[in-house]
C-alpha cells in the first residue's frame, strides 16, 4: 500500500507539469530520450578535454623537472649526480638516465637504487581494470584520439633509441613525448641537454594518477547517466501513460459508436491538450458529430423519400386496381391520365432524389474554373423564353456592366439559377414580372431573383429549403413539384462557399426575393 501511495503522489505530481498541455508528442518524446545520450556524449567529449588538458599541464611540469634537474646536474661531480638522481627519482618517483656526448648511457637512477616506480602487468590486471582499459580504448575510437606509441625499453640503452633525447641533443632545447604503458597508463618523458659538453638527460614518469583522475570523472558521469536515465525511463512511462489512457479512451467512444449501441456517444474532446493527442480527440469528435448529422439526415432523407413515394404510388396502385373494373371509356381514360400523372411525378421524385443524394459527392471531387454569372444567367433567361417556359410572367435581368466571375461548377450554377426561376413562376400572378439582379463587391457576387406572388412568412422562410417542404400555389397542379428544387438548390450554393437565403422584397410590395451569395473568383480553384 506505501509503495503504491508514493507511485500515486509521484504521479499526481507528474500531472501538474504544465508543459504536457503544450508541447508536442515528438518533442517531448525526443527530450527524454536523448537527454541520456546528450550527456553521455558531452561527458565523453567533456573529458577528453579534461584529459587533455591534465596532460598538457604534467609536460609544462615534466619539462620543467627536466631542465632543473638538468641544470643542478650541470656543474656537479660524478657522485654528487649520482646522489641527485637516486634522490629527486624517489621523491618525484621517476626515472632519471644520463647519457654522455657519445650518446652512451652511464648513469640510471632505477640501476644505482630500488626502482621509483614499477609498470603494472596486465597479466595480473582484475576485471574492473581489464573494463576500464576497455572503456579507454572505446573513448579514444569516440573521439578520434591519435594513437599513442607504446612504452618499449629499446635492445641497446644508446642516446638515439630515444627520439626526443636526438631532439634535445640536436636542438639544444628540452623535449617532451608521451608513451603509452602496457597497462595503458600515460609515460611522458622529458629530455634535456645537460652543461655544455653534449651530456643529455632522459626523465621517464608513469602519470598513473592522470588515469585514476580521468577515470574517476568517468565513473561520476556514468554514475549521472544512470540517474539520468532511469529519470528518462520514468518520464518515458509517463508519456506513454498520456498517449495510451487518451487513445483507449478514443478507441472505445470509436467501438461504441461503430456498434451503435449508445446514440448520444460523447467522443472526449481533450480541450486542455494542445499536442497531437488533442488534436487528434477533437478530429474524432467533430468527426463523429458530423458522421452522426449525416446519419440523421439519411434517416429522415430516407423517411421523407418512403412518404413522398408511397402518395404516388397508392394513387398508381388504385387506377390500375379500378381499371379493371371500369368498362365506361371516358372514365377508363380520366384512370389512365391519373396512372399517366402519377408515373411522371414518380419518375419526377426519383430523378430529384437521385440529383439530391449525388449532389454534395460530385461537387466534393468536381473542378471548379471560373465561371461570369451574369452571361450565365441571361443565357438561361433566353432559353427559358424561347421555350416558353416562363408563361406569361415577365423576367427582367440588371447586371453590372462588368463580368461577375464566381469560381464553380457551370451545370450546377445554372440549376441552382433554374430552380430559382421555376419557383418564382410559380407563384407569380399572371403577367407578374420576376426581377432578377446580379450586384458584385470586392468579396462576392450576388444575384437574386424575386416575384409579385405572395410572398414567404417571415417563421417560414427557413423551412421553404427544407426537402419535400412544398407549400404550392392553389392554381398550380398537385404533383408537379417534388418540393426538392430550394433543397438542392441551397446545397449547391454552400457547396460552392456560399448561400441561398430567402427574403422579402426592399420596396415593401408583395412577394418574395431568393438571394445566392457566392465568393468573388480570385484565383481558380480545384
Known amino acids: ?71 643542478a646536474l650541470a656543474g656537479a661531480t660524478r657522485e654528487r649526480q649520482e646522489a641527485l638522481m637516486i634522490q629527486i627519482g624517489k621523491e618525484q618517483k621517476m626515472r632519471l638516465r644520463m ?52 612504452y618499449v625499453e629499446p635492445a641497446e640503452a644508446r642516446a638515439d633509441s630515444w627520439p626526443e633525447l636526438e631532439r634535445a641533443r640536436n636542438e639544444g632545447i628540452s623535449q617532451i613525448q608521451l608513451r603509452d604503458a602496457p597497462d595503458g597508463t600515460p609515460v611522458i618523458n622529458a629530455a634535456a641537454p645537460v652543461g655544455l659538453v653534449g651530456s643529455t638527460l632522459l626523465t621517464t614518469r ?7 583522475t580521468v577515470r574517476g570523472a568517468r565513473s561520476s ?33 470509436a467501438i461504441r459508436v461503430r456498434q451503435g449501441r449508445e446514440r448520444d456517444v460523447e467522443v472526449p474532446r481533450l480541450p486542455n491538450r494542445r ?19 449525416r446519419i440523421d439526415g439519411v434517416e ?44 411522371r411525378r414518380i419518375d419526377r421524385l426519383v430523378t430529384e432524389i437521385s440529383d439530391a443524394s449525388r449532389i454534395d459527392a460530385e461537387l466534393s471531387r468536381a473542378t471548379f474554373e471560373q465561371v461570369d454569372l451574369a452571361k450565365l444567367t441571361e443565357g438561361i433567361i433566353e432559353r427559358r423564353e424561347y421555350r416558353a417556359e416562363n408563361g406569361e410572367k415577365r423576367v427582367d435581368l440588371v447586371s453590372p456592366l462588368g463580368a461577375a466571375i464566381v469560381n464553380g461548377v457551370p451545370v450546377r450554377l445554372e440549376r ?9 413562376v410559380s407563384f407569380s400572378p399572371p403577367e407578374g414580372l420576376i426581377e432578377v439582379k446580379i450586384s458584385l463587391d470586392a468579396e462576392s457576387v ?70 445566392l451569395k457566392l465568393p468573388a473568383a480570385t484565383t481558380k480553384r480545384a
Not at 100 to 129: I, K, M, V, Y
Open 416 to 424: 441552382v439559377i433554374e430552380n430559382l426561376l421555376d419557383n418564382a
Open 446 to 515: 450576388t444575384l437574386s431573383v424575386c416575384d409579385e406572388g405572395p410572398g414567404i412568412p417571415e417563421g417560414a422562410r427557413e423551412k421553404v429549403f427544407q426537402r419535400f417542404h412544398s407549400d404550392r400555389p392553389d392554381t398550380e397542379d398537385f404533383g408537379n413539384h417534388s418540393g426538392l428544387g430550394l433543397a438542392i438548390g441551397r446545397t449547391i450554393a454552400e457547396a460552392h462557399d456560399g448561400s441561398l437565403t430567402a427574403h422579402g422584397r426592399a420596396d415593401g410590395k408583395a412577394g418574395a426575393c431568393m438571394t
Open 300 to 343: 429522415h432523407f430516407a423517411a421523407d423519400v418512403a412518404h413522398e413515394i408511397k402518395n404516388p404510388l397508392a394513387s398508381l396502385r388504385s387506377a390500375i386496381e379500378s381499371l379493371g373494373r371500369v368498362e365506361d371509356k371516358e372514365l377508363r381514360a380520366q384512370l389512365l391520365d391519373i396512372a399517366s400523372h402519377d408515373v
Open 1 to 71: 500500500m506505501a509503495d503504491h501511495s508514493i507511485g500515486d503522489r509521484l504521479e499526481a505530481g507528474i500531472d501538474k507539469m504544465r508543459w504536457t498541455s503544450w508541447a508536442s508528442l515528438t518533442s517531448r518524446i525526443l527530450a527524454v530520450n536523448l537527454l541520456p545520450l546528450v550527456l553521455l556524449g558531452g561527458g565523453i567529449f567533456y573529458l577528453d578535454t579534461y584529459r587533455k588538458q591534465l596532460l598538457d599541464e604534467r609536460y609544462k611540469l615534466a619539462r620543467i623537472e627536466a631542465q632543473i634537474t638538468a641544470e
Open 221 to 253: 558521469l556514468v554514475s549521472a547517466v544512470f540517474v539520468v536515465l532511469l529519470i528518462s525511463i520514468a518520464l518515458s512511462l509517463y508519456l506513454a501513460r498520456t498517449i495510451v489512457v487518451p487513445l483507449r479512451s478514443l478507441a472505445r467512444a
Open 206 to 212: 608513469n602519470a598513473v594518477d592522470i588515469t585514476e
Open 275 to 293: 499536442d497531437e493527442i488533442g488534436l487528434l480527440a477533437r478530429a474524432a469528435s467533430d468527426m463523429t458529430e458530423a458522421l452522426r448529422e
Open 99 to 150: 647519457f654522455d656526448a657519445q650518446g652512451e648511457l652511464w648513469a640510471d637512477s632505477f640501476a644505482l637504487d630500488e626502482p621509483a616506480f614499477e609498470f603494472d602487468d596486465p597479466a595480473r590486471d582484475t576485471w574492473q581494470e581489464d573494463f576500464a582499459q576497455m572503456l579507454d580504448r572505446a573513448v579514444d575510437s569516440i573521439v578520434g584520439a591519435e594513437p599513442i606509441p607504446d
